[in-house]
């Protein structure tokens, strides 16, 4: 990302508040503060689609999206929850290697998402153990979801 210092130091310190970056050492996070990209969405645009392949992981900066998943015996993708500033999406399948698996919906105009992509969320995490194991067992979590889910 190439913006002035204040901006640098505005999206930094956002960072430090988002709660899985709490304890990254503070170059770490200035790293990934160097090489995050900002991407805007309308309202009822497609941040991630299910199926698609992807390599990137966001953060929520600003607004809102919402989650929806296709689940068996429904015809429309059912929402399953919304999330909002300093929430993140899109590691399960970096982590798990796999395409992704559900939707992500921005429910507002003018949502802004920090984007971080494999290679740099692969440096932010996987030379952090406690990360690493903290995401890897959300997403065997978020599996067990998707499951129960479609369990009737
Ligand atoms: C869910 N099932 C699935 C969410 C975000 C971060 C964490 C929950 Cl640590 P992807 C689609 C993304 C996926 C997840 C997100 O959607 N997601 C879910 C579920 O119940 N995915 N399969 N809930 S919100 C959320 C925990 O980030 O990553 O790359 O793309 O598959």
Redesign the pocket.
């Known amino acids: 990302m190439k913006s002035t210092q204040a901006t640098q130091e505005e999206y930094f310190s956002f960072l430090r508040s988002v709660s899985l970056l709490r304890d990254l050492p503070e170059e770490k996070l200035a790293k990934i503060v160097d090489c995050l990209e900002i991407d805007y969405f309308d309202k009822g645009e497609y941040i ?1 689609r299910e199926g698609e392949e ?1 390599n990137t992981f966001f953060i929520i900066a600003k607004g809102e999206v919402c ?1 929806t ?1 296709t689940t068996e015996g429904c015809t429309e993708p059912q929402e ?2 919304t ?1 909002g500033v300093g ?8 982590i798990s290697e796999d395409v ?3 939707n ?1 919906i921005s429910t507002e105009n003018d949502t802004q998402c920090l984007v971080v992509d494999r290679d740099n969320f692969n440096q932010m995490v996987g030379t952090y153990e406690e990360l690493q194991a903290y ?1 890897k067992e ?1 997403v065997e979590e ?1 599996s067990r ?2 499951e129960r889910r479609n369990l009737h």
């Open positions: 991630i992807g989650v998943q399953i929850k999330l929430d993140y999406f899109g590691e399960k399948a970096l992704r698996s559900a992500i995401l959300y978020l979801c998707d």
